[in-house]
C-alpha cells in the first residue's frame, strides 16, 4: 500500500512535473472531485487530465514544488509554490509571457491509495499578477 506523502510525490513529479497524464488513472480515484477557490469544482478523472491539459498549454513550463506536508489518517496537506511563464491563455487571460508564481495550499483526501478529493486556495494576489 501506498504512503499518502509517496502518492503525493508521484503525483506531482509525474503528473504535474513530468507531463504524465496517463498517470492520473493510476493514482487518482475515478470519482475523484476537485474543489478549486477559483474555478470551481471539477469532477472525474477525465475533467482533471482536461484541467491539466490547459494548465500545461497555458504555462509549459510550469513547475510545482512542495514547501510543507503534514499527512495525518487519509488527509495529506500541502503548502506549495508553483513558477511559470504564461505563455497561453488561462480562464480567458491572453498569454503574457510572464514568468509567474502562486502560493497555495492544497488539502487532499486518500482512500485506497489514491487521491479521492483536492481542495485548492491560492493566494489571489500573485495570481493577479499574471495578467
Request: one cysteine or more; proline letters at 2%; aromatic letters at 8%.
Amino acid at each position: 500500500m501506498t504512503n499518502n506523502r509517496d502518492l503525493s510525490k508521484r503525483f506531482i513529479d509525474e503528473v504535474v512535473n513530468g507531463r504524465k497524464l496517463s498517470v492520473i488513472d493510476e493514482t487518482v480515484a475515478e470519482d475523484f472531485v476537485y474543489i478549486d477557490s477559483t474555478i470551481g469544482t471539477v469532477k472525474g478523472r477525465d475533467s482533471l487530465k482536461d484541467l491539466f491539459s490547459g494548465l500545461f498549454s497555458a504555462f509549459p513550463d510550469l513547475v510545482w514544488t512542495v514547501e510543507q506536508e503534514i499527512s495525518e489518517g487519509d488527509t495529506l496537506a500541502s503548502r506549495y509554490a508553483w513558477t511559470a511563464t504564461h505563455d497561453g491563455e488561462y480562464r480567458s487571460i491572453p498569454a503574457t509571457h510572464k514568468k509567474v508564481t502562486a502560493h497555495g495550499v492544497s488539502i487532499n483526501k486518500i482512500s485506497d491509495g489514491k487521491l479521492v478529493e483536492t481542495r485548492m486556495v491560492r493566494d489571489e494576489a500573485s495570481c493577479a499578477s499574471w495578467g
